[in-house]
């Protein structure tokens, strides 16, 4: 479990959606409340278990509001295939307002790469999350840690994951459903006024 919501001193009223196994969940959240840790008073922590069949109606029902800007981070998500990062990055871009922020770290995917070299698996990164509405920026850990000024060695677990920061280009579903509304509204307007100078 991310342990974010218990660390951070978040902005008045933020509210952080946890989408992680609900077992895992479920026993962090014991083991933190045991220790006395505790979320901070500025901020709402709602969970939303990966098991759900379908993980944006989840999060709507939660409250989620893809009309306010939001930041979504990814870190230990089991995501085995491209196929399953394009599932999510395809629920994200559904919910997620335009010009909201997505980071986190992507595993490396043999199946999908054995063939090629890092910078071909980028480029095939790069225009997937494109196509999904993200313009993305990859950063590896090696280039962090060599940045940093550390003689460090890159743990094992690590080598081959990507760091990327995306921005959302697309409207979420939320403000295309806004903004159709608001266009109805304006036809209904104009059709009223219409009839009255008839």
Not at 115 to 141: A, C, I, P, W
Not at 161 to 176: G, K, T
Request: aromatic letters at 10%; proline letters at 5%.
């Amino acid at each position: 479990m991310d342990t974010r919501p218990y660390r951070l001193s978040w902005p008045r009223l933020s509210v952080v959606y946890d989408v992680s196994p609900g077992k895992v969940f479920s026993t962090a959240t014991r083991q933190l409340r045991g220790s006395g840790a505790k979320v901070s008073r500025n901020c709402v922590l709602l969970h939303t278990p990966l098991e759900s069949p379908d993980l944006q109606e989840g999060l709507s029902k939660n409250g989620f509001n893809g009309n306010r800007l939001s930041l979504w981070v990814l870190q230990g998500l089991p995501l085995p295939t491209i196929t399953s990062l394009e599932n999510l990055l395809l629920v994200i871009s559904n919910l997620a307002m335009k010009g909201s922020i997505f980071m986190g770290e992507l595993p490396h995917f043999p199946g999908c790469t054995a063939s090629m070299d890092m910078g071909l698996e980028q480029e095939n990164l790069e225009k997937l999350f494109f196509t999904q509405g993200f313009q993305v920026s990859f950063v590896r850990y090696d280039d962090v840690v060599k940045d940093v000024g550390l003689d460090l060695a890159t743990p094992w677990e690590q080598r081959g994951r990507l760091l990327f920061v995306a921005e959302q280009l697309r409207f979420s579903d939320a403000q295309m459903e806004s903004f159709r509304m608001h266009f109805e509204r304006i036809e209904e307007d104009a059709d009223e006024d219409g009839f009255e100078e008839l």
